[in-house]
């Protein structure tokens, strides 16, 4: 018996489980994949959104401010990567200039700071690799980048360290409400039982709505397809680039990123399929040039992958953040969409206040705020290397030559709260595998670690849980000695 069970294992459900971690509650999280982040979570554009681009009064424009004011204290307390590099709403059009002004005055009303409508030879000067044919922009100083995977893995980690429970590899299948009020979740993993349920199961969250609601929810999946470029050209542009949204979104960007590469997309397109990530080439065509359209001679012969990411789209494009009303003690978090990495900290205060006043929670006198990641030896002097690697000599190994990673993070990776079990678990903790080879190199490295220091053979482990298992059988047997 749980206090509150939250589904999913998100950047949403992380943000609420760390901020429900503040009281003292009995929670758990579960999550049907081997690990957090395995859905829209890991596949998006890693920026933290100004917030003049959703309605004014809306739940995604509160959100997306009140969690974009909160990221820098999240990411010194997290120790996690983040910068305001600023983003520009390119208008390439002439007679397109006044939808910069609508943006401005929305984003005022919603409270962004600091917003200014750029002329072209000011939106040059700022970035020179815009299109010749920029008219003008929308600067908004107090847009940012940041790394979803460290974001949501390090509020888990926290969240797991006050006591919350993390269940993987558990898919929940029934909810039904027993005489006394009392939620039971049934799973392939056995029976949950809890006074409130918490539904932030992203693009599935209209499943699991409709396990306890008559009033049935539909959720779109949009799939947006993304080219990530070496590193070498990760200064191309410095600010995040937007063109001038439509009705399916903020548009092809094009960014740098925390870690210094170049991030474009995403496209919008939906389909029927939850679990439809594959990239197309069509939509790869069409990514790329709607991205030169705002920028020129974008350097795409140094594209060193793709992916594509599935929004949970809702038609009334909002927030649904609410008690459901013939399902008391039910709460939806759905349809988090863009700006859902920005909000997400504001979403997880936000569902906490919902739930302490629902079971009248206390909060806990030593709630711990902090958490250290994996120490990254990227950016040591040598005198601070060696020092590191006398301490531990696992730092002295370099297992990603691409990123630069060594066995030590790796190792930390593995041993730390919630570790990593799987290929992917480790590439998002510590980027080995992120490079310009893309894993074609350390992948056998980061298995022989993983078996050792896991006890798991090689046909056991997988690239992201399931059924991606890397070694299918042993054509060998082990040789004897002579």
Known sequence: MYDVIVIGAGVSGCAIAR???????????????????????????????????????????????????????????LDIPFKRNGSLVVCV????????????????????????????????????????????????????????????????????????????????????????????????????????????????ADKIHNMVSEDKMHIIERRGDYCLLDREVGSYVTHTIFPQPTKYGKGVLVTPTVHGNLLVGPTAIDIENKEGTATTAEGIEQLTAKASENVKNLPL???????????????????????????????????????????????????????????????????IGTRKGIQKTAGLSIDEMNELIKKNPAYGTIVCRCESITEGEILDAIHRPLGARSLDGVKRRTRAGMGR??????????????????????????????????????????????
């Open 93 to 204: 059009h002439k007679e397109e200039l006044d939808g910069l002004k609508t943006l401005y005055e929305r984003g005022v009303k919603n409270n962004v700071k600091g917003l200014k409508i750029l002329s072209k030879e000011e939106a040059l000067e700022m970035e020179p690799n815009l299109s010749d044919n920029v008219e003008g922009a929308l600067y908004a100083p107090t847009g940012g980048i940041i790394c979803p995977f460290e974001l949501t893995i390090a509020m888990a980690e926290n969240a797991f360290t006050n006591g919350v429970e993390f269940r993987f590899n558990t898919r929940v299948e029934d909810i039904k409400k027993d005489d006394e009020g009392i939620w039971h979740l049934r799973t392939n993993n056995g029976e949950y039982t809890a006074k409130c349920v918490i539904n932030a199961a992203g693009v599935y």
């Open 19 to 77: 901020q429900l971690s503040r009281y003292d509650v009995n929670a758990c999280v579960l999550e049907k994949c081997e690990d957090v982040c395995e859905g829209t979570s890991k596949a998006n554009s890693a920026i933290v959104h100004a917030g003049f681009d959703a309605d004014e009064g809306s739940l995604m424009a509160k959100l997306n401010v009140r969690g974009n004011e909160m990221m820098d204290d999240l990411s010194r307390d």
């Open 301 to 367: 012969r140094s594209v060193i992958t793709s992916f594509a990411g599935l929004r949970a789209h809702l038609e009334r494009h909002e927030f649904v953040i609410e008690q459901v009303k013939d399902a008391p003690g039910f709460i939806d978090v759905a349809g988090i969409e863009s700006p859902g990495l920005s909000a997400s900290p504001a979403i997880g205060e936000m569902v906490a206040d919902m739930v302490k006043d629902l079971l009248k929670l206390k909060e806990k006198e030593n709630w």
């Open 437 to 482: 080879c893309q894993a074609g190199f350390c992948s056998p490295r980061t298995m022989e670690i993983l078996n050792r220091e896991l006890g798991l053979s090689y046909e056991e482990i997988t690239k992201s849980g399931g059924k991606s298992n890397i070694v299918i059988e042993r054509t060998k047997g082990e040789v004897s000695g002579s």
